[in-house]
C-alpha cells in the first residue's frame, strides 16, 4: 500500500506550513511577553526603579505583537489555541518573579530573551529570502528582544537567587511554549 502523498493545495506556495507556523508562534510568544510583564508591573509598581524599564520593554513587545497580529489576520493564519493558558502562565511568571525580587524579574527577562534570540535566529536561516516582510519583522524584533535581555543583565539578573536553577527553568519553559504554539 502507498502512503498518502502531500499534493499541493490550490492557492498555496510551497512553504506556507512553515510560514505559517512561524507567525503562530511568534504572535503567541510576543503575546506572552506582554503579559509577563503585566504580572511584573502589577507586582512591581510602576513607581519601581526598574517600572520604567520594564514599561518600556512591554510598549515594545505590544508593538511586535500588534505587528504578528495584523500579519497572521492578513494571512488568514490561525493563531494558537493556547492562548487563554498564555495569558495566565505569562501573567503569573512575571508576578511570581516580581515577588521573588526585582533581579529575579529581570533574570526572567533576561531567560526568555536568550531563548527567543535563538528561536528568531533560526527562524531566519530557515526564511533565507523567502518572505521578506516576515523577515524583516523578525530581525527587527530580534534586535529588540537582545537589548532586553542585556538590559536585563545589565540590571542585575544574574544576582537573583539560585539564578542558575531560575534561568534554566524558565528556558527550558519557554522551549516548551515555543514546541507548543507551533502546533496547537
Not at 12 to 20: H, I, T
Not at 79 to 92: E, I, K, R, S, Y
Request: aromatic fraction near 6%; include cysteine; glycine fraction near 10%.
Amino acid at each position: 500500500m502507498n502512503a498518502p502523498r502531500d499534493f499541493p493545495r490550490p492557492g498555496k506556495r510551497p512553504g506556507d506550513d512553515r510560514r505559517a507556523s512561524m507567525l503562530r508562534v511568534d504572535q503567541a510568544g510576543e503575546f506572552g511577553a506582554t503579559r509577563i510583564y503585566a504580572g511584573q508591573l502589577a507586582v512591581m509598581g510602576d513607581r519601581h526603579p526598574y517600572g520604567r524599564l520594564i514599561a518600556g520593554m512591554a510598549a515594545q513587545e505590544e508593538r511586535h505583537r500588534a505587528a504578528f497580529d495584523a500579519m497572521i489576520a492578513r494571512r488568514g493564519v490561525r493563531p494558537t489555541a493556547l492562548t487563554p493558558l498564555w495569558n495566565v502562565a505569562g501573567f503569573a511568571l512575571g508576578a511570581v518573579t516580581a515577588a521573588m525580587g526585582p533581579k529575579a524579574a529581570m533574570a526572567c527577562t533576561a531567560a526568555i530573551e536568550t531563548e527567543i534570540d535563538k528561536h528568531y535566529a533560526e527562524q531566519l536561516e530557515q526564511l533565507g529570502g523567502s518572505d521578506p516582510e516576515l523577515s524583516t519583522a523578525i530581525a527587527d524584533f530580534q534586535a529588540e528582544e537582545v537589548e532586553h535581555r542585556d538590559a536585563a543583565l545589565a540590571h542585575g539578573a544574574e544576582q537573583a537567587p539560585a539564578y542558575p536553577l531560575l534561568s534554566g527553568a524558565i528556558r527550558l519553559g519557554c522551549r516548551a511554549a515555543i514546541a507548543l504554539s507551533k502546533r496547537i
